[in-house]
């Protein structure tokens, strides 16, 4: 039996490795919103606002303002994450947990079983965050009517 270098059972940690790497460098790469503008800027060029649910209603979405809180958290400035979205800063800090998490299943499979559990705390924080967003969006509706 051939062995291989790449182990199928090692693929889930690696998909979410690869995500939530690219969202953290991505929050990096942007820079911040400017007071001016409330528009994303990369290499300086200002980038367009696409939340398509606003355009079709009228209405924010749930994540509306995520991506721009959570490029504000990752430049350190909290209170312009929590004036573009409530949740911007607590997002990006559970997608480092998960990065860290993989990191450490692929790296240490053996510490991260015995000190860290399987990562059920950070499955269980999923759906509690998203029933936050849910109660975030119901709070910005009831404030914009």
């Given at each position: 039996m051939?062995r291989?270098c790449?182990?199928r059972?090692?693929?889930?940690?690696?998909v979410?490795l690869?995500?939530?790497?690219?969202?953290c460098?991505?929050?990096?790469a942007f820079s911040?919103?400017?007071?001016?503008?409330?528009?994303?800027?990369?290499?300086?060029l200002?980038l367009?606002s696409?939340c398509s649910f606003y355009?079709?209603?009228g209405?924010?979405c749930p994540g509306?303002?995520?991506?721009r809180?959570?490029?504000?958290?990752a430049?350190g400035d909290?209170a312009?994450?929590?004036?573009?979205?409530?949740l911007?800063?607590?997002?990006?800090?559970?997608?480092?947990?998960?990065?860290?998490?993989?990191?450490?299943?692929l790296?240490?499979?053996?510490f991260t079983t015995?000190?860290?559990?399987s990562?059920i705390?950070?499955?269980?924080g999923?759906?509690?965050?998203?029933?936050l967003?849910v109660?975030?969006w119901v709070?910005?509706?009831?404030?914009?009517?």
């Amino acid at each position: 039996m051939q062995r291989t270098c790449f182990d199928r059972s090692q693929l889930p940690h690696w998909v979410v490795l690869t995500i939530c790497a690219a969202i953290c460098l991505g929050a990096l790469a942007f820079s911040p919103p400017r007071p001016d503008t409330p528009h994303l800027t990369l290499f300086s060029l200002d980038l367009p606002s696409t939340c398509s649910f606003y355009y079709l209603t009228g209405w924010p979405c749930p994540g509306c303002g995520l991506t721009r809180a959570m490029v504000a958290a990752a430049h350190g400035d909290l209170a312009a994450s929590w004036d573009f979205h409530r949740l911007g800063a607590l997002t990006l800090f559970y997608i480092l947990m998960q990065l860290l998490f993989r990191l450490g299943k692929l790296l240490a499979p053996a510490f991260t079983t015995r000190h860290l559990g399987s990562g059920i705390w950070l499955n269980r924080g999923l759906p509690l965050l998203a029933v936050l967003f849910v109660i975030n969006w119901v709070i910005n509706l009831v404030l914009l009517v």
